[in-house]
């Protein structure tokens, strides 16, 4: 079994960029989850296997790409235009199966969570 561990976050200003990282599951839907101080866990985005889908919660669209490397195993979170908003703690899971979805009941493995702080 993968153990799955996110890696790319930190502390960054209003504006800038991101990209976390987390190993990837063959012929498994993989995403990414938030949680903020306070409030329950949300989606973010999904990337279906082999990569051809994707889904993406609105606070997050046009801002956010996932995307996966299917050679080298990986899932991609390149977040641009950060917000204070978009402070969390970030999540990798593995899909029960290859179709995108943004429920969390439909993912069967987590990350221990990666810290995001957007702060000037």
């Known amino acids: 079994q993968v153990r799955l561990e996110e890696s790319g976050g930190g502390l960054v200003q209003p504006g800038s960029s991101l990209r976390l990282s987390c190993a990837a599951i063959?012929?498994?839907?993989m995403g990414w989850f938030r949680q903020a101080s306070g409030k329950e866990r949300e989606f973010v985005a999904s990337?279906?296997?082999?990569?051809?889908?994707?889904s993406y919660a609105a606070s997050v669209k046009g801002r956010f790409t996932i995307s996966r490397d299917n050679v080298k195993n990986t899932v991609y979170l390149q977040m641009n235009n950060l917000q204070p908003e978009d402070t969390a703690v970030y999540y990798c899971?593995?899909?029960?199966?290859?179709?995108?979805?943004?429920?969390?009941?439909?993912?069967?493995?987590w990350g221990q969570g990666t810290q995001v702080t957007v702060s000037s």
């Open positions: 063959s012929h498994f839907t």
């Open positions: 990337i279906s296997w082999p990569g051809r889908k994707t």
């Open positions: 899971a593995q899909g029960r199966n290859s179709i995108v979805s943004e429920f969390s009941s439909e993912y069967i493995s």
